[in-house]
């Protein structure tokens, strides 16, 4: 299990079944009609977590997890539609994408040199799940740069990271958090870092640090983009209070798809935001 930069970390494209390893061929050939676009991510461990040599499979309105080392061979197929969010993220060069799956969370790490060839998983899922663009989200470049414009003068840190993942997408509602302090623990003074969260198109974005709480002194170079789509069966709901700040649970089912702090004073324009994007409240 290897880390960081080496070569032997980087990801590769498989181009044919010929290039896949004997005992994985029979399940792709099973799996999918043609070959399908397919990326052999080597044993990797980062900060945020590692996971074995996996081939990641996308065709046929599906993705596919095969862990190359495990005996028997662990597979995942998940179709687009049944994935409940996902996930990805960057430390430098570390990296990971996630898949939301039926209470399950599906990871690959791997080296951040390769990020490109896993944006073919995330074009393919947010081209399933986001609804058509309505003619009240019809944007131009003003309305994208009057947005940014704004965020830039609260978190410079939120202007070209979700400019870039948005693309022409004009977001309908928003909700920026700004960094906060909170009450120290036993190391030291702890803050909840700035996030931001945008709906449009019916897909809700979160783009934060991995570490959301974390101590004041403590640097941080993450960054968590999260994809989730919106409808009747995401829900929200709080899962513990402190003086300072809720702990707020996104969920699907019985499924947290993720937990981000909330801010007393940042309280009421959460709700309103949740509220705006069809995210209803839970009990």
Not at 30 to 35: A, D, I, L, Q, V
Not at 264 to 278: L, M, R, V
């Given at each position: 299990m290897q880390r960081d930069g080496a070569i032997a970390t980087w990801s590769e494209v498989i181009s044919s079944l010929?290039?896949?390893?004997?005992?994985?061929?029979?399940?792709?050939?099973?799996?999918?009609?043609?070959?399908?676009?397919?990326?052999?991510?080597?044993?990797?461990?980062?900060?945020?977590?590692k996971s074995r040599s996996t081939y990641l499979c996308l065709g046929d309105g599906k993705i596919a997890a095969v862990r190359a080392d495990s005996k028997p061979l662990q597979t995942v197929i998940m179709p687009i539609s049944e994935i409940d969010a996902l996930e990805a993220g960057t430390e430098l060069l570390s990296s990971w994408i996630t898949f939301h799956f039926h209470g399950q969370q599906v990871s690959v790490f791997f080296n951040s040199v390769n990020k490109p060839l896993y944006t073919h998983f995330i074009d393919a899922y947010r081209t399933a799940r986001e609804a058509e663009d309505s003619a009240g989200l019809k944007s131009t470049p003003e309305d994208i740069e009057a947005y940014f414009a704004a965020l830039r003068k609260e978190d410079f840190k939120y202007d070209t990271y979700p400019r870039i993942v948005l693309g022409n997408r004009r977001p309908a509602f928003s909700f920026y958090h700004p960094a906060t302090g909170?009450?120290?623990?036993?190391?030291?003074?702890?803050?909840?870092?700035?996030?931001?969260?945008?709906?449009?198109?019916?897909?809700?974005?979160?783009?934060?640090?991995?570490?959301?709480?974390?101590?004041?002194?403590?640097?941080?170079?993450?960054?968590?983009?999260?994809?989730?789509?919106?409808?009747?069966?995401?829900l929200r709901n709080q899962v513990s209070i402190r003086d300072e700040y809720s702990l707020q649970s996104i969920r699907r089912s019985n499924s947290s798809l993720f937990e981000i702090p909330v801010?007393?004073?940042?309280?009421?324009?959460?709700?309103?935001?949740?509220?705006?994007?069809?995210?209803?409240w839970k009990n």
């Open positions: 010929a290039d896949v390893r004997e005992p994985v061929r029979p399940l792709i050939s099973k799996t999918f009609t043609s070959f399908p676009f397919c990326i052999l991510s080597p044993a990797f461990a980062g900060n945020f977590g909170i009450a120290r623990a036993l190391f030291g003074a702890r803050v909840i870092s700035s996030y931001l969260l945008i709906a449009t198109r019916g897909l809700l974005y979160s783009f934060s640090e991995a570490r959301i709480i974390r101590y004041a002194r403590s640097a941080d170079y993450s960054m968590v983009v999260r994809y989730i789509p919106i409808d009747t069966t995401l801010g007393i004073t940042n309280s009421e324009k959460f709700s309103a935001f949740c509220q705006n994007s069809g995210i209803a």
